[in-house]
């Protein structure tokens, strides 16, 4: 740091002297300690070089002040308050020295005028002297800091009890407005207490109507629940009954298919025979109406002519005994088309999209506590494990338990048991999208 830096920062011109300088310093040194105390413990660092870099300023400016003008450092220096505290503790000496203005003069005086003992003493006397004017000018520093700390602390605990008075007032004010408040809350508690026992009967009194037609719906849903119990059983006997009669149609359907085979085959052979009847007779006669009915006793003489007429009258009751049945009112169709169509419908309803599992991806069917694996599945069927054993089992009940955890329950009749497995045909049908949903989950 140079001079003018120096005289910059404790804010001294060109012309100051070295009691400007002290006064600078001293200034400074207040404010640097006012400074790091406020700012705590934790920037002592920062405190020991902001005083390194004031001494250094001091010390330059002083040695400069020197320097311009030597006679007014000593006077200075003499009249300075350091210089008399140093005379003050050195008047107890019990003798007393004259200083000429010259120096020649003065050692002239002490060669010429003293002993060499009492030199001596004068010498020791002064080295004492300049040591404590040294340590009281050492020390002098230490007691303005201490009495800047003081003033410091005196002034901080002004500002302190100047703080402890106003938070003594804030706070009376403070009790006395929660005093206040707690009068308020009391008056409010006590109101709030009559609105809450006001409150609490009707709530009672609801509590009891509430207990009472609860009881009244617990009553209902135990019926309700046997009538749904009920309703389950005849529903599953219904479920049972459907399949029977299902099953029963689809017999009827096949008796149904091979009459009208036969009647099919029937038909072509009359027909032949008819052909084969008209090419026997003249030509110029006419054909005999086989379509006329005659009575149980009236037989022809010719035996194969009455058995021909009398498989046709069979026949032609059995047709229209099976075109009443298939047809409708209004409907013109022939019977060999009305076949062909049902037997076209009966092989369309029997197309269903099935899913065929890997033996390690198999859902369980959950029956009677065992869980059967399931093989395959359609919307209207099911195919089990061969390891059922179950041989007098019809009417099969159970939850079908996928992999993502949701259960579906399923109704059905055993159909088919071979060592292929053991076939469901289906009462309650299971959804395409549950199909489709299986579907992906094995193709990923």
């Known amino acids: 740091m140079g001079q003018e830096a120096s005289l910059k ?33 934790e920037d002592r660092g920062n405190r020991e070089e902001d005083m390194d870099m004031l001494t250094c300023a001091y010390e330059k400016a002083i040695a400069f002040i020197s320097d311009r003008d030597p006679s007014s450092g000593l006077q200075e220096s003499a009249s300075s308050p350091e210089l008399k505290a140093a005379a003050a503790e ?10 000429p203005a010259d120096s020649n003069q003065r050692g002239a005086l002490i060669d010429n005028s003293l002993p060499e003992p009492n030199h001596r003493t004068i010498q020791d006397a002064i080295s004492i002297t300049a040591r404590r004017l040294r340590q009281t000018e050492a020390a002098l520093p230490e007691a303005r800091e201490a009495v800047d700390a003081a003033s410091t602390a005196a002034r901080t605990a002004s500002r302190q009890h100047e703080r402890a008075r106003q938070a003594r007032v804030n706070a009376e004010i403070a009790a006395k407005s929660a005093k206040s408040r707690v009068l308020l809350l009391e008056i409010e508690a006590k109101r709030a207490m009559e609105e809450a026992i006001a409150v609490a009967e009707k709530a009672r009194d609801r509590v009891v109507g509430a207990r009472q037609a609860a009881n009244q719906a617990r009553q209902e849903a135990q019926n309700a629940h046997k009538e749904a119990e009920r309703v389950r059983q005849s529903e599953e006997t219904a479920a049972a009954q459907v399949v029977c009669a299902e099953d029963h149609l689809e017999k009827e359907k096949t008796r149904l298919q091979a009459l009208t085979h036969t009647l099919l085959q029937t038909r072509e052979r009359m027909r032949l025979f008819a052909n084969t009847g008209m090419d026997t007779q003249d030509p110029g006669k006419e054909a005999p109406v086989v379509a006329q009915k005659k009575p149980v006793y009236d037989r022809d003489d010719d035996p194969e002519q009455s058995d021909r007429q009398r498989v046709l009258d069979d026949l032609m009751e059995i047709e229209a005994s099976l075109q009443s049945r298939k047809q409708g009112p209004g409907s013109s169709q022939p019977i060999v088309d009305t076949s062909k169509e049902a037997v076209d419908l009966e092989s369309e309803r029997r197309r269903h999209p099935r899913v065929v599992y890997p033996p390690h991806c198999c859902p369980v069917l959950s029956m009677e506590g065992r869980s059967i694996p399931i093989i395959d599945m359609s919307t209207a069927g099911m195919r089990l494990s061969p390891d059922v054993a179950a041989p007098d089992l019809r009417i099969v009940r159970g939850m079908v338990v996928f992999d993502d955890g949701q259960p579906l329950s399923v109704t059905g009749k055993v159909v088919r048991q071979d060592d292929r497995g053991l076939g469901l045909k289906l009462v309650t049908r299971i959804g395409n999208r549950i199909i489709d949903r299986e579907r992906m989950r094995l193709c990923a």
């Open 9 to 41: 920062l404790l804010d001294l011109g060109s012309d100051a002297t070295i009691d400007d300088a002290n006064r600078a310093y001293g200034y400074l040194h207040r404010m640097i300690d006012m400074f790091h105390k406020e700012a705590g413990e």
């Open 90 to 99: 050195s008047a107890d000496l019990h003798f007393t020295v004259n200083f």
